[in-house]
């Protein structure tokens, strides 16, 4: 489990990953300059972001202090249930601050609504969100950005469920270089079923 060989095709090789996040980085670095109050916070969803964090902050050209939050979604399939809970809170106190938010996937939209909420109640200024992949077909709530925040995504996903660069199943894949859809006999093991699974816990980002 794990391998290369698991992976029925790629959808963004590596190249195509860091020409997209050199870009993303540039246009970021163009809408934050002369930001007040410096530095911007960064806020990675962990685990899932912590590949697209380490290479896009690299080629951002401001003031950055960079923390992690880890948010547990709680039902019974690989979808979110809607209640999702901030399981690991940052260490930056971010009242005040312009943030961030560096995420791998949205997908219902249920986990970027709860992290706005959170950010908003701990009193920071403006919260953008700047996530590797979007699957817009997918998402069931909406959320507001607050502030003068904006949106920034690297590509649109197709409505599959994706691995590598950051990304899991079961923990694994997270280290391929690249974004890839998984062999259907292992994505339609009992536990890969998307969008129904049999855990209780559905995932860790
Ligand atoms: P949401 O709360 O928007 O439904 O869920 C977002 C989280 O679900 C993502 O940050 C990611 O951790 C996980 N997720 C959604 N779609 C995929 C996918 O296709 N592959 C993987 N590995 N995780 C996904
Ligand atoms: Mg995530
Ligand atoms: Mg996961």
């Known amino acids: 489990m794990g391998s290369e ?6 959808l963004w090789t590596e190249g195509e990953i860091a020409s997209r996040v050199a870009e ?8 934050f300059t002369g930001l007040t109050p410096p530095p911007l916070v960064v806020v990675g969803v962990a685990t899932g972001a912590f590949l697209f964090l380490a290479d896009i902050v690299r080629r951002i050209t ?6 992690f939050v880890r948010v547990e979604s709680y039902g019974s399939g690989t979808e ?13 106190d971010v ?5 961030l938010v560096v995420e791998d996937i949205v997908d219902t939209g249920h ?5 706005i909420s959170h950010l908003n109640a701990k009193g920071a200024i403006s919260v953008s969100v700047c996530t ?3 699957k817009p077909a997918r998402r069931k709530v909406h ?3 607050i502030g003068e925040g904006k949106f920034y995504r690297g590509f649109e996903c197709p409505d599959s469920f994706v691995v590598g660069y950051g990304m899991d199943y079961n923990e694994l894949y997270r280290n391929l270089p690249y974004v890839g859809v998984l062999k259907p006999e292992i994505n339609s093991s009992p536990m890969a079923s998307f969008p129904s699974a049999t855990s209780s816990v559905r995932h860790l980002h």
């Open 143 to 145: 959320f507001e950005l």
């Open 24 to 31: 993303l980085a540039t246009e970021i670095s163009c809408a």
């Open 111 to 115: 986990t970027l609504s709860c992290l």
């Open 95 to 99: 009242r005040g601050k312009h943030v």
């Open 80 to 92: 979110s249930s809607g209640v999702p809970k901030i399981s690991s809170d940052l260490k930056i």
């Open 62 to 67: 401001l003031p950055v202090s960079v923390d």
């Open 5 to 10: 060989s698991e992976i029925e095709r790629i």
């Open 132 to 134: 590797f992949l979007d």
